[in-house]
């Protein structure tokens, strides 16, 4: 169907718009007040099933998984939504190849420094343990990506490093990042530093995050509204799809 030149209007109107996400800490965010689909993208990090799913890497490691899993039905909506306004998402999977190459020797070492004694590469009801093709590496079926959203597949914590994701940034022009995913203090926030670094306006979600204890999720959302933001700002789920719709 043929869009009608009232309906063209209005979406150039919300593409070009400029707001601010209400609610969040220490600053208003987006700090510059371009909340927009031309400057703004959704990045859900780590929604795989080794974080998600029993017999994953994290309940090897000794941790209850339900904190990661209470989050999906809130961030889904988030998802949605950004889906619905026409919004870019990207998707970051934590994995290493097949002949663990991209592993070094500390972190295969440290992934086993845990009661069972299993880590990265070994077998696990999923597969083998945050290696890529495996099932476990998957991202869950609740947020699994649709045509035109990237996944960044990354060696390890971070979602610049070794990888294309600030190109693909830059290409499209996005400026602000919200961050939700697993977990708060490993991986959503060393990507959110990474951003911070290179210059996005970051805004991580106090309820669209989890770690593995409630304690250090705590601790790192708070380090972030540190120093005026040091490192972006703190919102919550309703508030930014209320700035989207």
């Known amino acids: 169907m043929t869009a009608t030149s009232s309906e063209v209007v209005a979406e150039a109107q919300r593409s070009h718009r400029s707001v601010q996400v ?11 007040g371009d909340f927009n689909s031309r400057t703004t993208a959704l990045v859900l990090v780590d929604m795989q099933r080794d974080f998600c799913c029993e017999g994953g890497y994290l309940d090897h490691q000794g941790y209850d998984i339900s904190a990661t899993r209470a989050i999906i039905p809130k961030l889904r909506s988030l ?16 994995g290493h190849r097949a002949d663990l190459a991209s592993l070094s020797k500390r972190e295969k070492w440290r992934s086993r420094n845990n009661p ?45 490093t070794y990888t294309d994701f600030d190109l693909l940034l830059r290409n499209r022009g996005i400026k602000n ?9 490993v991986c959503v926030s060393t990507i959110m530093r990474e951003a911070n670094d290179r210059g996005y306006d970051c805004l991580i ?24 933001g040091v490192f ?14």
């Open 177 to 185: 990042l919200v961050f939700g995913g697993v977990t708060t203090d």
């Open 205 to 228: 979600l106090e309820d669209g995050c989890a770690a593995a204890e409630k304690s250090v999720h705590d601790a790192t959302i708070q380090g972030v509204k540190m120093e005026g």
């Open 79 to 94: 998802l949605t939504a950004f889906r619905k306004a026409g919004y870019q998402v990207y998707h970051t999977r934590e």
């Open 22 to 32: 209400s609610n969040t800490e220490p600053y208003h965010w987006p700090c510059e």
């Open 116 to 160: 069972s004694g299993i880590g990265i590469g070994d077998e696990g009801p999923l597969g083998r343990l945050l290696i890529r093709g495996e099932n476990g590496h998957d991202t869950i079926a609740e947020f699994y990506p649709i045509e035109g959203e990237p996944v960044i597949d990354k060696p390890g914590k971070g979602a610049f």
């Open 232 to 245: 972006g700002a703190v919102g919550f789920v309703e508030d930014v799809k209320n700035a989207v719709a």
